[in-house]
C-alpha cells in the first residue's frame, strides 16, 4: 500500500517525502 502511495507522490520530485519511522509509522516530510 505504502509502496503505491510513495510511486505517485514521488512522481516528478527529486526527493522522498515519505518517510518510515521504525515503530511509530510513516511521516511525510521533505529532507533538509
Known amino acids: 500500500l505504502i509502496k503505491n502511495i510513495r510511486k505517485k507522490i ?12 521504525r515503530g ?3 511521516v511525510l ?3 533538509e
Do not use: M, R
Open 10 to 21: 514521488d512522481i516528478g520530485n527529486s526527493k522522498q517525502l515519505i518517510h518510515t519511522k
Open 24 to 26: 511509530l509509522g510513516y
Open 29 to 31: 516530510k521533505e529532507d
